[in-house]
């Protein structure tokens, strides 16, 4: 069964530095998305990627986060200069119908 | 706005116990409904859907009926294992401008014991 896959799984970061976060959606989806849940909250989401652009995004997807579909396959979470209030875990998920999404495992992002 | 709202948890439940997790939404229109399951150190899976007012939705033996008059999606399970302990997410898509974007409610622990 295809399935979206995430890496790292675990990464941890000191404040202020970049970080990338991957993901590969299944491969005939067209709508992308991240997530975030920070440790004993609720997930939330953070944007919608269609068509090789940003359909949507939270208040929380301020000018420090980007994303970007760079070769047809990946789909990336960029965080410019990290603070430590990102510590999270990230979640992409994809989709080919709208209404059913499929999220990949999920990289855990310790800020320092 | 659109939001939410999950019964607390944790639910600690015998095994064959009845399981219910209550989930209330505010959105306008008829947004599509959903429960997601979060099994120990995984991510999120796509337990049961419905996308209009009074279908059901079901899978493994979970059930949930959208309930527009009580803007409701309670999820009931008839006889719980120990293999159902898991995290388990309301949340809902809105009816409009929908990027398909989801919106999820806190989320309840289910322990179910032996």
């Known amino acids: 069964e295809p399935e979206v896959t995430q890496t790292p799984s675990h990464q941890v970061t000191q404040m202020g530095q970049e970080v990338i976060l991957r993901c590969v959606p299944i491969?005939?989806?067209?709508?992308f998305y991240w997530y975030r849940q920070i440790l004993g909250q609720k997930v939330e989401f953070l944007v919608s990627?269609?068509?090789?652009?940003?359909?949507?995004k939270s208040e929380i997807f301020d000018d420090q986060f980007s994303v970007e579909r760079p070769d047809g396959s990946n789909f990336t979470l960029k965080i410019r200069s990290t603070k430590l209030e990102d510590s999270a875990m990230y979640f992409c998920?994809?989709?080919?119908?709208?209404?059913?999404?499929?999220f990949g495992p999920g990289t855990r992002l310790t800020v320092t | 706005g659109n939001s939410v709202t999950q019964m607390e948890g944790p639910v600690t439940l015998s095994e064959e116990a009845f399981l219910t997790i209550n989930c209330t939404y505010t959105?306008?229109?008829?947004?599509?409904l959903f429960w997601y399951v979060q099994y120990p150190g995984e991510g999120l899976q796509l337990l049961l859907k419905?996308?209009?007012?009074?279908d059901k939705g079901s899978n493994k033996g979970f059930e949930a009926t959208y309930r527009k008059e009580t803007t409701s999606f309670h999820l009931e399970k008839g006889s719980v294992q120990v293999s159902d302990s898991a995290v388990y997410f309301c949340?809902?898509?809105?009816?409009?401008?929908?990027?398909?974007?989801?919106?999820f409610g806190q989320g309840t622990t289910l322990q179910v014991k032996p």
């Open positions: 998920a994809s989709t080919g119908q709208v209404n059913e999404q499929y």
């Open positions: 491969s005939n989806h067209l709508y």
């Open positions: 990627f269609y068509n090789n652009e940003i359909s949507e």
């Open positions: 959105a306008t229109g008829y947004p599509s």
């Open positions: 419905a996308t209009k007012a009074d």
């Open positions: 949340a809902l898509t809105p009816a409009s401008g929908n990027t398909g974007k989801l919106i």
